[in-house]
C-alpha cells in the first residue's frame, strides 16, 4: 500500500465513523498534524508505531484501495494528475500552465484570447494560436488516453471562442474545497457547528500548498487563484472561530500557524492565532507573535498594527477573553416546561403572540418583549409554554425558563440576583465564572445573550420592576412574559406588547375539559358537562383539576361531580373538599 492509498483508507475510516482529525488524534495519541499528513499521502513509509495506533482505531487496512474516479486533477498545491491513483507526469511548462488555467476555472469556457495572455504575457509568437491547439492536442492525449482520434473530447471541449476543461466534483480538488465550504455555510448557519466544523476540517484537507505553488508567477497571481486562496483564508478563519468556540483551540492554533507561514503579513490571521493561543494557555506565546508581527509589517510595509490585531493584544495583556477566547461556548439550553396535554383552542392568542414575533423582521432588527397578562388560573402559563414550542426551532441558541415567583404564596418572589445566577448556570457560566454582584452578573447575562438568537419565558413575574432587569440588551432574543399585573411599565419603557387574556370560550372550555376525561364521556353527558364548566367559572387551571379528579374516578357519573360541591369551590383550590383559605399553585403549565 503506497502514500495515496494509505491516505485514502485513512480517511475513509475517520469519515465514517464520524471523527474529526482533532477527534482520532486524541483517541489514537497520534499528533493531528501527522494525521493530516498521511491522509495528504505525503506519508510513503510510516512508523510501525503509528500503523498500531491507527489499527487500533481501526483495525487494520486493506489493500484495496477506494473508488476513485479514474482521473484527478489537483490545483490546491503544486499541479498534480492522476489516473487509477497512479501519478501522471506533465512535464512540459506549456502544458503544466494551460491545465493549471483551466483547471481554476472548471466548467467555464477560457477564451483563445485570455489563455494566450496567460502563457505568453509578453510578446506573443504569431503562431501562437497554432500553438495552443497542439498544447490542446498533447492534453487531450494525457487526459485521454482511450479516445478515438475522430470521437469528440469528453474532457478537454472546444466550446465557442475557447475551450473548457468539463470535471465532475470528485475528479477536480478546487471543486471539492469549494463543495465542502458550502456544506459548512449550511451547517453553521443552521446552527450545527460541529457538522460544520467536520465539513470545514475536510474542505481544508484537500489543500497542499498555495494555489498552483509550482507554476510561473503569472498563473499564481491570476484571479481565480487568488479568489481561491481568499476562501482559504476565510475558511480557516471561520475554522478557528469554530473550533475555539467548541473549546478546541489546539487544532485552530496549527491550522493558523501552517496559513501564516504562507500569509506572514495577513494581520486577521495573526489575530486570530494569538486569540487561539491564548485559549489554549500560550499567552507568552501569543505575546510574542504580535512583536513578530509588529516588527514585520514595519520593515516591510511601513505601517502599524491594525485595529484587530491591537484588540487581541490588548485583551491578552489584560486577560480578559474576547468572543473567540473562550474555552468553550455557552451550552443550548432547552427548558421549556412539558406542553399542555390536550391543549386546544386559543387561536386569537397564539396568532397574536406570532405576530408581535414577526414584526420584529429576520433577522430580528428589534428585541421582542410580549406580556399576557390575566387573572389566576386563566390559562397564561399554558398559552405562553404552548406556542414557546412551537416557534422553538426559530431559537438555534436556545430556550430559558424561569419561573420568578411573583404571586407565590410560598414564598418571596424571585429577586434580580437570584435570577441572574440562575439564568447564568442555564447559559453554562461556571461558578467561579459568575461575578459577585447582582449587576455585574446581569451585565455578563447581557453579554452573553448578545448576538444570540434565545427565547426567554418569565413565568409569574410580580411586575415590570422584577422583569425589566432581565431583558437582553440587542436584538435576536425574544421575551415572554406572564403576570396578573397589568405591567404598563414594560409597555412604557421596554416598547412591549401586551395582551389579557379573557376567560376561554365555553367550546373551548369544552374541548379541554373533553382532552382530560375523553370525549366519548363528556359528549355522553353534555348537560353535567356544562354545569361543570359554570362552576368552574370557565378557569382553565379548575376545570383541569376537575378533569383530573374524574379522568382518576372513570365509574364516578359526571352528574355527580358537577353537584357535589357549591358553584366558586374549584375556582381556586386543588381540592374540594372544602372552600380554599389561598389560591394554591399546581405543578406544570396548567396552573397559571
Same mark, same amino acid.
Given at each position: 500500500?503506497?502514500?495515496?492509498?494509505?491516505?485514502?483508507?485513512?480517511?475513509?475510516?475517520?469519515?465514517?465513523?464520524?471523527?474529526? /482529525?482533532?477527534? *482520532?488524534?486524541?483517541?489514537?495519541?497520534? =499528533?493531528?498534524?501527522?494525521?493530516?499528513?498521511?491522509?495528504?499521502?505525503?506519508?510513503?513509509?510510516?512508523?510501525?508505531?503509528?500503523?498500531?495506533?491507527?489499527?487500533?482505531?481501526?483495525?487494520?487496512?486493506?489493500?484495496?484501495?477506494?473508488?476513485?474516479?479514474?482521473?484527478?486533477?489537483?490545483?490546491?498545491?503544486?499541479?498534480?494528475?492522476?489516473?487509477?491513483?497512479?501519478?501522471?507526469?506533465?512535464?512540459?511548462?506549456?502544458?503544466?500552465?494551460?491545465?493549471?488555467?483551466?483547471? &481554476?476555472?472548471?466548467?467555464?469556457?477560457? %477564451?483563445?484570447?485570455?489563455?494566450?495572455?496567460?502563457?505568453?504575457?509578453?510578446?506573443?509568437?504569431?503562431?501562437? &494560436?497554432?500553438?495552443?491547439?497542439?498544447?490542446?492536442?498533447?492534453?487531450? #492525449?494525457?487526459?485521454?488516453?482511450?479516445?478515438?482520434?475522430?470521437?469528440?473530447?469528453?474532457?478537454? #471541449?472546444?466550446?465557442?471562442?475557447?475551450?473548457?476543461?468539463?470535471?465532475?466534483?470528485?475528479?477536480?480538488?478546487?471543486?471539492?474545497?469549494?463543495?465542502?465550504?458550502?456544506?459548512?455555510?449550511?451547517?453553521?448557519?443552521?446552527?450545527?457547528?460541529?457538522?460544520?466544523?467536520?465539513?470545514?476540517?475536510?474542505?481544508?484537507?484537500?489543500?497542499?500548498?498555495?494555489?498552483?505553488?509550482?507554476?510561473?508567477?503569472?498563473?499564481?497571481?491570476?484571479?481565480?487563484?487568488?479568489?481561491?486562496?481568499?476562501?482559504?483564508?476565510?475558511?480557516?478563519?471561520?475554522?478557528?472561530?469554530?473550533?475555539?468556540?467548541?473549546?478546541?483551540?489546539? !487544532?485552530?492554533?496549527?491550522?493558523?500557524?501552517?496559513?501564516?507561514?504562507?500569509?506572514?503579513?495577513?494581520?486577521?490571521?495573526?489575530?486570530? *492565532?494569538?486569540?487561539?493561543?491564548?485559549? %489554549?494557555?500560550?499567552?507568552? #506565546?501569543?505575546?510574542?507573535?504580535?512583536?513578530?508581527?509588529? @516588527?514585520?509589517?514595519?520593515?516591510? +510595509?511601513?505601517?502599524?498594527?491594525? =485595529?484587530?490585531?491591537?484588540?487581541?493584544? *490588548?485583551?491578552?495583556?489584560?486577560?480578559?477573553? =474576547?468572543?473567540?477566547?473562550?474555552?468553550?461556548?455557552? @451550552?443550548?439550553?432547552?427548558?421549556? !416546561?412539558?406542553?399542555?396535554?390536550?391543549?386546544?383552542?386559543?387561536?386569537?392568542?397564539?396568532?397574536?403572540?406570532?405576530?408581535?414575533?414577526?414584526?420584529?423582521?429576520?433577522?430580528?432588527?428589534?428585541?421582542?418583549?410580549?406580556?399576557?397578562?390575566?387573572?389566576?388560573?386563566?390559562?397564561?402559563?399554558?398559552?405562553?409554554?404552548?406556542?414557546?414550542?412551537?416557534?422553538?426551532?426559530?431559537?438555534?441558541?436556545?430556550?430559558?425558563?424561569?419561573?420568578?415567583?411573583?404571586?407565590?404564596?410560598?414564598?418571596?418572589?424571585?429577586?434580580?440576583?437570584?435570577?441572574?445566577?440562575?439564568?447564568?448556570?442555564?447559559?453554562?457560566?461556571?461558578?467561579?465564572?459568575?461575578?459577585?454582584?447582582? /449587576?455585574?452578573?446581569?451585565?455578563?447575562?447581557?453579554?452573553?445573550? =448578545?448576538?444570540?438568537?434565545? +427565547?426567554? *419565558?418569565?413565568?409569574?413575574?410580580?411586575?415590570?420592576?422584577?422583569?425589566?432587569?432581565?431583558?437582553?440588551?440587542?436584538?435576536?432574543?425574544?421575551?415572554?412574559?406572564?403576570?396578573?399585573?397589568?405591567?404598563?411599565?414594560?409597555?412604557?419603557?421596554?416598547?412591549?406588547?401586551?395582551?389579557?387574556?379573557?376567560?376561554?370560550?365555553?367550546?373551548?372550555?369544552?374541548?379541554?375539559?373533553?382532552?382530560? $376525561?375523553?370525549?366519548?364521556?363528556?359528549?355522553?353527558?353534555?348537560?353535567?358537562?356544562?354545569?361543570? $364548566?359554570?362552576?368552574?367559572?370557565?378557569?382553565?387551571?379548575?376545570?383541569?383539576?376537575?378533569?383530573?379528579?374524574?379522568?382518576?374516578?372513570?365509574? &364516578?357519573?359526571?352528574?355527580?361531580?358537577?353537584?357535589?360541591? !357549591?358553584?366558586?369551590?374549584?375556582?381556586? %383550590?386543588?381540592?374540594?373538599?372544602?372552600?380554599?383559605?389561598?389560591?394554591?399553585? #399546581?405543578?406544570?403549565?396548567?396552573?397559571?
Amino acid at each position: 500500500m503506497d502514500g495515496e492509498q494509505l491516505g485514502d483508507w485513512l480517511r475513509r475510516c475517520r469519515r465514517a465513523a464520524g471523527l474529526t /482529525q482533532h477527534e *482520532l488524534a486524541v483517541r489514537s495519541g497520534l =499528533a493531528e498534524r501527522a494525521l493530516r499528513d498521511i491522509e495528504r499521502g505525503q506519508v510513503r513509509h510510516p512508523h510501525p508505531r503509528t500503523m498500531r495506533a491507527l489499527t487500533a482505531v481501526f483495525g487494520p487496512p486493506d489493500a484495496t484501495p477506494a473508488h476513485r474516479p479514474p482521473l484527478t486533477v489537483g490545483v490546491l498545491g503544486s499541479l498534480t494528475v492522476h489516473r487509477d491513483g497512479q501519478p501522471i507526469e506533465i512535464g512540459q511548462p506549456m502544458l503544466r500552465a494551460l491545465l493549471g488555467l483551466l483547471a &481554476l476555472q472548471p466548467g467555464q469556457t477560457v %477564451s483563445r484570447e485570455h489563455i494566450v495572455d496567460v502563457l505568453w504575457p509578453e510578446n506573443p509568437p504569431p503562431t501562437c &494560436l497554432k500553438l495552443l491547439q497542439g498544447y490542446v492536442g498533447q492534453l487531450r #492525449s494525457i487526459l485521454e488516453p482511450q479516445r478515438t482520434p475522430r470521437a469528440p473530447a469528453q474532457v478537454l #471541449s472546444l466550446v465557442g471562442n475557447g475551450y473548457q476543461l468539463r470535471l465532475t466534483g470528485e475528479q477536480l480538488d478546487l471543486a471539492q474545497f469549494n463543495d465542502r465550504l458550502a456544506r459548512a455555510r449550511d451547517a453553521r448557519t443552521g446552527g450545527a457547528a460541529e457538522t460544520a466544523l467536520r465539513e470545514l476540517e475536510q474542505a481544508l484537507a484537500c489543500w497542499r500548498g498555495p494555489v498552483l505553488a509550482d507554476a510561473p508567477p503569472n498563473l499564481r497571481q491570476h484571479p481565480a487563484a487568488a479568489a481561491a486562496a481568499r476562501r482559504r483564508i476565510a475558511a480557516v478563519l471561520t475554522y478557528a472561530d469554530t473550533a475555539i468556540e467548541r473549546g478546541r483551540p489546539e !487544532p485552530a492554533c496549527e491550522r493558523l500557524q501552517e496559513l501564516l507561514a504562507e500569509e506572514p503579513l495577513h494581520e486577521a490571521l495573526a489575530a486570530r *492565532l494569538m486569540r487561539a493561543l491564548a485559549a %489554549s494557555g500560550q499567552r507568552a #506565546s501569543a505575546l510574542d507573535l504580535f512583536a513578530a508581527t509588529r @516588527a514585520r509589517l514595519a520593515d516591510e +510595509l511601513g505601517i502599524e498594527p491594525d =485595529a484587530a490585531l491591537h484588540e487581541a493584544y *490588548l485583551d491578552i495583556l489584560r486577560a480578559r477573553p =474576547a468572543e473567540a477566547e473562550r474555552p468553550r461556548a455557552p @451550552a443550548v439550553p432547552a427548558q421549556l !416546561p412539558l406542553d399542555v396535554p390536550g391543549f386546544s383552542g386559543r387561536g386569537p392568542e397564539l396568532r397574536w403572540l406570532d405576530a408581535a414575533l414577526a414584526a420584529a423582521g429576520d433577522p430580528p432588527r428589534s428585541l421582542v418583549v410580549a406580556a399576557l397578562t390575566g387573572t389566576p388560573g386563566c390559562g397564561k402559563t399554558a398559552v405562553a409554554v404552548h406556542w414557546a414550542h412551537r416557534v422553538a426551532h426559530r431559537f438555534p441558541d436556545g430556550q430559558l425558563y424561569l419561573d420568578l415567583r411573583g404571586f407565590d404564596p410560598g414564598g418571596p418572589a424571585m429577586g434580580p440576583a437570584e435570577a441572574a445566577r440562575t439564568l447564568l448556570e442555564a447559559l453554562d457560566v461556571p461558578p467561579d465564572g459568575i461575578p459577585a454582584t447582582p /449587576q455585574a452578573q446581569l451585565g455578563l447575562y447581557r453579554s452573553l445573550l =448578545a448576538g444570540r438568537r434565545v +427565547l426567554i *419565558l418569565l413565568d409569574n413575574a410580580r411586575d415590570a420592576e422584577q422583569v425589566r432587569p432581565l431583558l437582553p440588551g440587542s436584538p435576536g432574543c425574544t421575551v415572554l412574559v406572564t403576570s396578573r399585573d397589568q405591567l404598563r411599565g414594560l409597555l412604557a419603557t421596554s416598547n412591549a406588547r401586551l395582551l389579557t387574556l379573557d376567560l376561554p370560550s365555553p367550546h373551548d372550555a369544552r374541548r379541554l375539559l373533553a382532552a382530560r $376525561i375523553g370525549a366519548q364521556r363528556t359528549a355522553a353527558e353534555p348537560a353535567a358537562v356544562e354545569e361543570i $364548566i359554570a362552576r368552574c367559572a370557565r378557569l382553565p387551571l379548575a376545570l383541569a383539576i376537575v378533569g383530573a379528579r374524574a379522568a382518576t374516578r372513570p365509574r &364516578l357519573a359526571l352528574p355527580a361531580i358537577s353537584t357535589s360541591w !357549591p358553584p366558586g369551590t374549584w375556582t381556586g %383550590s386543588a381540592a374540594p373538599t372544602r372552600p380554599p383559605t389561598r389560591a394554591p399553585r #399546581s405543578p406544570g403549565p396548567t396552573a397559571r
